[in-house]
């Protein structure tokens, strides 16, 4: 078991910047490809969103297009964490953003039915 845990939400501005955490524990973090995926308001939980990921060894990142340029994952094996790092923010960023644990290869690692673990999430809510 894996047990994820986000934080760094919060309310920004258009044009600011948040940097998300996730800290995971249980078993060993680095046999896990990490993800962030999102919830926007109104939809359903089973409807989110990819926006990035990356392989175990962070050599391999993978972003959404609407996301590209903008946003950066990273992550610290050290600490077992992975980061989203989120600039030029947009009202339509505004969401739940989750992270999300994958064994194995990094095959499908944009669906979200590939995950194994999953976080409680975190509201960003981006102003205009």
């Known amino acids: 078991q894996v047990h994820l845990v986000e934080s760094g939400g919060g309310l920004v501005q258009a044009g600011g910047s948040l940097r998300l955490s996730c800290t995971a524990s249980g078993r060993t973090f680095t046999n896990y490809n990490m993800g962030w995926f999102r919830q926007a308001p109104g939809k359903e939980r089973e409807f989110v969103e990819f926006v990035a990921a990356i392989s175990w060894r962070g050599d391999s990142t993978y972003y959404a297009d609407s996301v590209k340029g903008r946003f950066t994952i990273s992550r610290d094996n050290a600490k077992n964490t992975v980061y989203l790092q989120m600039n030029n923010l947009k009202p339509e960023d505004t969401a739940v953003y989750y992270c999300?644990?994958?064994?194995?290869?990094?095959?499908?690692?944009?669906?979200?039915?590939?995950?194994?673990?999953w976080g409680q999430g975190t509201q960003v809510t981006v102003s205009s």
């Open positions: 999300a644990a994958k064994d194995g290869s990094v095959f499908q690692i944009h669906i979200q039915n590939s995950y194994n673990y």
